[in-house]
């Protein structure tokens, strides 16, 4: 069986939750956590594949903005760059938006990651 088989039966079960879930009174969704994280997973595992997150979230039939802030502060979806340790044990770290965090040592970027889990 190809790789993209197992992963459009995910899809195919993602959009069924999704569509099972009521609307509230204003017409909104309101999405339990489990769909949250397994939404976000799928959209982590596509963009791994060279998918964009919205087109993720389009295989899916949610807006990529409603997907986005659940991953906000809980290890967002977006990638960042992690350079090669530099002598003296520091780590740089490099955030889509250019962002560098330089001087790090592996411990403290190991706690700065939990902090934002």
Same mark, same amino acid.
């Given at each position: 069986m190809p790789e993209t088989e197992p992963m459009e039966m995910r899809a195919k079960e993602l959009r069924r939750r999704l569509a099972e879930l009521p609307a509230g009174r204003t017409g909104k969704r309101r999405y339990p956590e489990d769909v949250r994280a397994a939404v976000v997973k799928h959209v982590r595992e596509r963009k791994r594949e060279g998918v964009s997150e919205a087109e993720a979230c389009k295989e899916l039939g949610i807006? #990529? #903005?409603?997907?986005? /802030?659940? /991953? %906000? /502060? %809980?290890g *967002? !979806? %977006? *990638? !960042? @760059? !992690? @350079?090669? @340790? #530099?002598p003296g044990g520091a780590v740089t770290v490099v955030l889509p938006s250019g962002v560098r965090i330089e001087g790090l040592s592996l411990a403290a970027l190991i706690a700065v990651v939990k902090g934002l889990s």
């Open positions: 807006h #990529a #903005a409603t997907v986005h /802030g659940w /991953g %906000r /502060g %809980r *967002a !979806v %977006r *990638a !960042v @760059e !992690v @350079e090669p @340790e #530099a």
